[in-house]
C-alpha cells in the first residue's frame, strides 16, 4: 500500500501555530512534541506525521478495523486509573460477559487469534499443569485436529501454534472414520461455512457422537447477535469472535465462548500464568473491562434502526455516483462474514476510463483520504458500517467526482 505522509515542515509549521508551542519552538519534532506531552487533545497520530483517513473498507487489522465507543474509551480510561487483582476482574467480566452471551463461560483474549491458540492448548493440556508448562511440545497428549479441507485458512496458524496437526477431511464418513485415540480436538471455520460438505449444525453433531471436543472460529460473524449463542447451542463446546470487528471493542481483545471446564483451562494455559503457552497474548484490566462494555453496547442496541443506518448510507452514497454515466450500484448482504449491506458500484470501464484499482488508489491519495477495497476487478465494494456519521456524504460526493473523472 502506498501510505502518503505529510510533509514534515508542515507539521511543525501547524505545531507552531499552538498556543504557548510558538514561542518555545524547538529545533526537533521530538522536541515539539515534548511540548505538547499533557495536551488533552495530543494527536500523536499526526504528530508523527502518519495518513489518517476515513474507513470505507471494513474491518481490516492493518487498516486498524474498527474506532470504538466513547463509553468504551471511557471505561478503559477510568480502569487505567487504578489497580486491581487481575484473575478476580477476568472472573466477574468473565462472568457478566457469559451472561450476555448465553453461554457457559467466557472469556477475554488478545484477539480471536489469540483465543483460538489458548482455546485449543486447553483443550490439549487441560489444567494439568506439567502439560501446560509442556506446551507446545504435545508428546504424551492428545495431537490432531480434524478440519475440512476447505475450512483450512491462515488463521489456523493459531490453532497449531498449540503442538497440533491438522487432520483434513472432506466428507462426514471420512471425518468419523479419521477420529481415533489421538483426536484432541475437531475444528471449524464458520465463513466457510459454504464450502464444505459438512454444515455447523451437523458438524457439531459429530463432534457430541464422538464425544470430541468441538472449536468454531466465527471471528468476523457478529452481527447478526444471535451468533453470540447459535454456535453453543448448536453443540460447538468453543466458540471464537474477534473484540474488534462488528462489536467494536478493543482491537487487542477477542472472545472465547463456551463450556466452563474448557474456558478455565483456556485460562490457565493463558497469562497471566508466566509458564503457559498463552503467556505472549496478555489481557490487562483495561481491554477486560473495555470488552465487555463493547459487549454490553453491542447485545443491548437496537439492531434494527442500526441496520437502517447502514441501508441510509448506502442508499446516500448510491445517490452520488448513480447518476455518472456508465455507473450501476447494488445493496448487497455477504452470507458469510461481514454480514452487513454494503454498496456494490459497477461502471463500464471503457465509458469511465478507470479500473476499481485506480479508483481505490486515487481515494486513498486523496483529500480526505479514503480507504475502499476492490471487491473484485470489476467492482468496487463501500462498507459503511465502520464510518463515523456524516462520512458516507464525503465518500459519495468524492467517489462521485473520482467516477466523472
Ligand atoms: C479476523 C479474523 C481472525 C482474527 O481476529 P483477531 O481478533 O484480529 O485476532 C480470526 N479468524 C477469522 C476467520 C477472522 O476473520
Known amino acids: 500500500m502506498n501510505w502518503l505522509k505529510p510533509h514534515r515542515r508542515s507539521i511543525l509549521r501547524s505545531l507552531a501555530a499552538l498556543p504557548g508551542v510558538g514561542a518555545l519552538m524547538p529545533a526537533t519534532a521530538s522536541a515539539a512534541a515534548a511540548a505538547r506531552i499533557g495536551a488533552v487533545d495530543r494527536d500523536v ?45 477476568h472472573d466477574a467480566v468473565g462472568a457478566r460477559i457469559a451472561e450476555l452471551t448465553k453461554s457457559e463461560a467466557a472469556l477475554v483474549s488478545a484477539g480471536a487469534a489469540s483465543a483460538l491458540a489458548i482455546g485449543t492448548a486447553g483443550v490439549i493440556a487441560g489444567t494439568d499443569r506439567e502439560k501446560i508448562e509442556q506446551l507446545p511440545d504435545t508428546r504424551g497428549m492428545k495431537n490432531e485436529v480434524i478440519v475440512q479441507k476447505s475450512h483450512r485458512n491462515g488463521y489456523d496458524h493459531a490453532v497449531r501454534n498449540a503442538g497440533i496437526r491438522m487432520i483434513e477431511v472432506e466428507t462426514a464418513e471420512e471425518l468419523e472414520s479419521a477420529i481415533h485415540s489421538r483426536t484432541a480436538m475437531m475444528f471449524f471455520l464458520q465463513s466457510a461455512n459454504d464450502t464444505g460438505q459438512i454444515g455447523y449444525e451437523e458438524f457439531a453433531k459429530l463432534g457430541k457422537k464422538h464425544n470430541i471436543p468441538t472449536m468454531i472460529d466465527a471471528a468476523a460473524d457478529l452481527p447478526p447477535v444471535e451468533n ?22 478493543p482491537q487487542s481483545a477477542g472472545l472465547l465462548l463456551g463450556r466452563k471446564d474448557l474456558i478455565e483451562a483456556g485460562r490457565q494455559n493463558s497469562s497471566p500464568n508466566s509458564n503457559s503457552l498463552g503467556r505472549i497474548s ?20 437496537d439492531h434494527a434502526a442500526v441496520w437502517k443506518d447502514w441501508e441510509d448510507q448506502c442508499n446516500r452514497i448510491a445517490g452520488y455516483v448513480k447518476s455518472v454515466k ?73 467517489l462521485g467526482q473520482v467516477l466523472k473523472g
Open 282 to 301: 496478555k489481557v490487562n484490566k483495561e481491554e477486560l473491562v473495555g470488552m465487555m462494555v463493547a459487549v454490553e453496547m453491542f447485545v443491548n442496541r
Open 228 to 249: 453470540f449463542w447459535k454456535f453453543t447451542k448448536a453443540g460447538f463446546d468453543l466458540a471464537i469472535f474477534s473484540g474488534g470487528k462488528g462489536i467494536k471493542g
Open 326 to 398: 456508465g455507473v450501476t450500484t447494488e445493496i448487497k448482504v455477504p452470507e458469510l462474514a461481514n454480514m452487513v449491506p454494503h454498496l456494490h458500484v459497477n461502471w463500464d470501464h471503457a465509458t469511465v476510463g478507470k479500473t476499481p484499482k485506480d479508483v481505490v488508489k486515487e481515494l486513498r491519495e486523496g483529500n480526505p483520504s479514503i480507504e475502499v477495497r476492490p471487491g473484485s476487478t470489476e467492482e468496487l465494494v463501500v462498507a459503511v458500517w465502520m464510518m463515523q456519521p456524516g462520512q458516507d456524504r464525503i465518500v459519495g460526493q468524492r
Open 45 to 89: 497520530i499526526s504528530e508523527l506525521g502518519v495518513r489518517t483517513f476515513i474507513n470505507a473498507a471494513g474491518t481490516y487489522t492493518s487498516l486498524t478495523a474498527s474506532l470504538m465507543p466513547r463509553e468504551v474509551w471511557n471505561a478503559m480510561t477510568v480502569a487505567s486509573r487504578k489497580y486491581a487483582p487481575l484473575q478476580d476482574l
